[in-house]
């Protein structure tokens, strides 16, 4: 029989502040990046014209770009798709200003002829396999949409963990997802990921992941706080983070495995949500441990709930548990079952 | 309840059996292009009724709204309205199997062409002005009379009577049917018994035909109507339809004796008033006759016009065309009819008085529209899609049953055996409940396996906890899936709540994407609490005496 991290016994809570420092690491420079460059928007937000163009043979992007140019369209860019022979065009309203609104179908007209003349006949020489024309209206609709969306999960979320569990819970675990949806963007800006709708879409399935993944542990805080009535904190969220480790790491391989799939086999329109998603579930799993926990304990310092155990820890001095764990021998614990009477949970 | 494996087997069971009945391949109704004739047509095809969305089948998705910019227009609502009734009336040309039209919230409307190849031919269909006329029927059975001439002609021409063999065989039989059962209709190439041409052989074109109950409108079985179409477009059927007689089909599909029919109206080729002239058209119930009722009104100089053609046709019937298409049943001319006017439905619904009402009013007042936002995917690019999804779906699931069988061993091949019903349930859940399966919903679908096994490694982590701690197999099983109960419950509702607000907010492949994650989560809850649970309990039922679980 396999076992990983049996019996782990690590000190999670002990390496908080390496964590967020490593979390402002990966956030800061990316958040700088955003604000001065602002994201890769797909043409479904910014509006325009996307042409998926599949050339009989490979021609290179210059060939097209001078096509195009030769037509008077200077504002597009190319960029390969997938194969050597296929390219994306994307004229995007408002990069250079010469697309306007009403002119996004014109410009795939442009395109069309453009090609024409400088490539041949279209069924020969090159096909048209996909296009996209949005208005910029649809684009600012989805904007707004795609926001909302988010808006709204946080405060179901809430709404719903509060009601599960109780409001400390429920905000420990709505800041932690901000924090993943933080480390998204900024892991979408260093790659320079197109956001369309389906990494939007990524990006909720995120809030949903990472949730999952933090409710799972918070599931075992609740169990161990009522089990073990002399611990702190500290020690509890330890106990759980470690006792939940071995299904972290299972659930976390068996998804990464579909993810990574999706990435390597599922094509190019797929690619970025599939990226976005893989890397969803490492900032999911880090932060369900590293931000999630140590907020949850924060918030029970400020503001202590019924038995104030959050707040005991500092009473008697750092960030060191006090308490001792529970003898070995507990079987009797009020469930009737002791996940961690075994382990030691010794200050290191 | 579900205390014994034989209730727990019996629940599995309906499941599996409604799953697999929601997914063995239907007859479902198509719209193809006929390679003959080039006319579109019903068929019936069979298939696995999962329907797929524009991403993976190719085709054009087109938003449209009311253009604005040449002046406002006040009630974009209603003109909306008009467009999208205009647009359903062009439904046939466009090469597409199942075309959608749809008003999405107040002023915009969707249209959706799977497998159309030609998106400007498409727009051009779309956008084109509606035009309205009425005509006066052909009161004379002028085309009736025709009808032997024609039948001769066609002989000479070397069409076979009622065309290929095995359609001979069904109109005859039809033929038959139809006399029997209403009376009313006597079938075309009866009205003149004496006719030498019926005796024997029925003749090509009136074998198709069948009077209707008033002048100039026949019946056409729908299976013939391809057959009577090519007829009718030959030259020399063209040549011989009486001068100022013209044919126009009707939109509407009538059904008789459990047989379907399209109606074919011979109206006179001059229209007695068109849709420029109209101002509007409402749909009311008259409160006193309890009727519907359609009400219009006509411009000054349409009155005038009106008037006069009117009183010359009392008692005449009325088609009202709309992009050469009769809407509905022509109506009688009961008197004079100035600026105003109404038509009277009888008895039938209110909405079919506000459909015609909007067929008025879509010629009266064309709505000029724009198209706003246009995806076209080539059919490769879906069909590239579709393999590229099963490839990494494969190599993806491949690897979380490795995953899940080197690590859990026999519970894990348990876990397996259940992902294999969650995939027939997800499958299922989008093709019952009719859904519609996008690319994104395809990466759902994958992604959502890797989840799925979540549950289940949440339950056999418990059960390993409860065997450390020297239980029995038995009570480990028990306890691990108690304990484990509420971490699933609460993660899986809190994920579903995010897609549930996906599918609010989101549009198209997004919300399909929500739907899959969301019927996803359910399966995987079925499957993984109750489908295993079952496994487990066959499994120590066989070995009451087991010391050592597998997991």
Known sequence: MIRLFANADYDFIKWRRWAYGLTAAIIIPGFALFLVHGLNYSIEFTGGTLIQVQTAQSVGAERIRGALDAAGIRDAEIQQFGGPNEYVIRARIGTAGTTAEGTTEATAAAVDSALTHSLGPAPTAFTIVRTEAVGPKVGRELQSKAFLAIFFSFIVTLVYLAFRFEWRFGLAAVLATFHDILTTIAFIRYLDLEVSLVVVGAVLTMVGYSLNDTIIIFDRVRENLRKFRRQNLYEILNLSINETLPRSVLTHGTTMATTIALVLLAGEVLRPFALVMTFAIFTGTFSSIYIAAPLLMYIEKRWPGQDARGARIFRHGGAEPVSPPPSPSSPTAPSGTSGGGSRSKAAV | ?551
């Not at chain 2, 010359?312 to 109506?331: C, E, F, K, S, T």
């Not at chain 2, 009277?344 to 936002?373: F, H, R």
């Not at chain 2, 959502?448 to 096994?453: D, L, P, R, T």
């Open chain 2, 1 to 551: 309840m579900f205390r014994t494996i034989r209730s727990r087997l019996l629940a599995v069971g309906i499941l599996l059996a409604l799953s697999i009945w929601a997914l063995i391949p239907t007859n479902v109704t198509q719209r193809v292009r006929d390679p003959a004739t080039g006319r579109m047509k019903d068929t019936t095809v069979r298939r696995v009724p999962i329907n797929l969305g524009l991403d993976l089948q190719g085709g054009i998705h087109l938003a449209l709204e009311v253009d604005q910019s040449k002046g406002p227009v006040p009630d974009c609502a209603d003109a909306i309205q008009r467009a999208a009734r205009v647009v359903r009336t062009r439904i046939d040309e466009f090469g597409t199997t199942e075309p959608v039209v749809q008003i999405q919230g107040r002023c915009r409307l969707i249209v959706e062409l799977a497998g159309e190849k030609d998106p400007a031919r498409a727009k051009g269909i779309i956008q084109r002005t509606a035009f309205l006329e009425f005509r006066i029927t052909d009161m004379q059975n002028k085309f009736r009379d025709a009808l032997p001439e024609i039948d001769k002609a066609l002989r000479l021409a070397g069409v076979k009577p009622a065309g290929q063999a095995g359609a001979a065989a069904t109109v005859t039989q039809l033929f038959g049917k139809d006399t029997t059962k209403a009376k009313a209709k006597t079938p075309k190439g009866k009205p003149a018994p004496k006719d030498t041409s019926e005796a024997n052989a029925p003749g090509a074109l009136s074998s198709l035909l069948f009077q209707g109950q008033l002048p100039g409108e026949y019946l056409v079985p729908e299976e013939n109507v391809p057959v009577a179409e090519s007829l009718l477009a030959r030259p020399e059927v063209q040549r011989l339809v009486p001068r100022g007689i013209e044919l126009k089909w009707g939109t509407e599909v009538l059904s008789r004796a459990g047989r379907s029919y399209r109606t074919l109206y011979a109206v006179e080729d001059r229209p007695i008033i068109t849709g420029e002239e109209l101002q509007d058209a409402k749909a009311l119930r008259d409160p006193l006759t309890n009727q519907s009722v359609v009400t219009f009104t006509l411009s000054r100089r349409g009155g005038r016009i009106f008037e006069r053609e009117t009183g010359r046709h009392v008692n005449d019937y009325m088609a009202i065309i709309l992009d050469g298409r009769v809407v509905g049943q022509p109506p009688v001319i009961k008197s004079q009819i100035g600026q105003r006017g109404q038509i009277e439905l009888g008895a039938k619904p209110l909405q079919d008085a506000q459909d015609l009402a909007l067929v008025l009013k879509a010629g009266a007042l064309p709505a000029p529209l724009t198209i706003i936002e246009e995806r076209t995917i080539g059919p490769s690019l879906g069909q590239d899609s579709i393999k590229d999804g099963i490839h990494a779906g494969v190599v993806g699931v491949g690897l979380v049953i490795l995953i899940m069988v080197g690590y859990y061993r026999l519970s894990g091949a348990l876990a397996v055996a259940a992902l294999g019903l969650y995939v027939v349930f997800t499958l299922a859940g989008l093709a019952g409940f009719g859904f519609t399966l996008t690319l994104p919903g395809l990466a759902g679908l994958v992604l959502s396996v890797g989840i799925a096994v979540d549950a289940n490694v949440l339950i056999f982590e418990r059960i390993r906890e409860e065997l450390q701690h020297d239980k029995l197999v038995r009570t480990a099983v028990d306890e691990g899936f108690k304990h484990a109960m509420s971490a699933i419950v609460d993660s899986n509702v809190s994920t579903a709540l995010t897609a549930f607000i996906l599918y609010l907010v989101g549009t198209g492949p997004v919300q399909g994407f929500a739907i899959t994650l969301i019927i996803g989560i359910a399966a995987s809850m079925i499957t993984a609490i109750f489908v295993v649970r079952t496994f487990y309990m066959i499994w120590l039922d066989r070995r009451p005496d087991m010391v050592t679980l597998s997991v």
